[in-house]
């Protein structure tokens, strides 16, 4: 069965900082990996998105995940927080064959002035 | 093009009403899906519609119902509310459904609160 796990349900960070919020994935077969932002009083919208080749990969915003398979990983970064990143991250995993994406409890990342 | 829209934006209810939210996918998407989002449950999955056939449920009580028009508009209604009802309810559109590696293009939300 397929599952993921962010680790932290709240992340606070200084603006100009590192942003690093985990997540990790279970999955029997190879996974497709997502990560969704949600700003206040909005849905969800993509973030980035690991389908297959480059294990790096960049999005939006400055934004970028790697997949390690090792560890079942696909931590989300940023080099340099901003204000405006304050807002809710998911993480999620789908599989080819499969007919549901499986969202994490998320991370609500928090900004310092 | 448009987005995904859901309406109303917000809504008030008493307990034992009944309440009929409305979605309207990205033009050309086939798939609406349906989640509920509270602070102490996350995003929880209801069900997914793919041309108007429920393809997929989460583990929600029969009073949680939805419907797939032709026009691949979805509607949820909830029938008989509780105290617990009361939140966000996201509706996302995805050109070829749940799974994969599709990206699903959410709405706003409703916002429901059960008085």
Redesign the interface.
Known sequence: AQSVTQLGSHVSVSEGALVLLRCNYSSSVPPYLFWYVQYPNQGLQLLLKYTTGATLVKGINGFEAEFKKSETSFHLTKPSAHMSDAAEYFCAVSYTGGFKTIFGAGTRLFVKA | KAG?TQTPRYLIKTRGQQVTLSCSPISGHRSVSWYQQTPGQ??Q?LF?YFSETQ??KGNFPGRFSGRQFSNSRSEMNVSTLELGDSALY?C?SSLY?????????????TRLTVL
């Open positions: 995904v996350g995003l999955f997914e393809r997929n996201l996302a459904g749940q799974g994969e590696n599709n990206e699903q293009f959410f709405g706003p939300g």
